[in-house]
C-alpha cells in the first residue's frame, strides 16, 4: 500500500481531481517540487503539501463519477 501511495504521490498531475486527508476536494492547476496547488471553487485556490492527499479518498471519489 506504501508503494501504491508513493506512485500515486509522484504521479500527481495538472488536471487531476484529488481528495486531501483533511477532506478538500480539488482540481490540480499547478504542481512544484512537495507543493501542490488546488482549485477548490471557481477561483479559489489552495496550496498543499503532496504529503496531505489521500489515495483511498481520491480513488473512492473518481470511483463514484
Known amino acids: 500500500k506504501q508503494k501504491d501511495t508513493k506512485k500515486f504521490i509522484a504521479d500527481i ?3 487531476d481531481q484529488v ?3 483533511g477532506g ?3 482540481k490540480v492547476v ?3 517540487d512537495d507543493l501542490v496547488t488546488l482549485d477548490v471553487d471557481r477561483g479559489t485556490k ?3 503539501e503532496k504529503s496531505s492527499i ?3 479518498a ?5 470511483e463514484q463519477k
Not at 481520491?58 to 473518481?62: A, E, G, H
Open 54 to 56: 489521500s489515495l483511498d
Open 46 to 48: 489552495l496550496m498543499i
Open 30 to 32: 499547478s504542481v512544484e
Open 58 to 62: 481520491s480513488k473512492r471519489m473518481q
Open 13 to 15: 498531475s495538472k488536471g
Open 24 to 26: 478538500i476536494h480539488g
Open 19 to 21: 481528495v486531501t486527508v
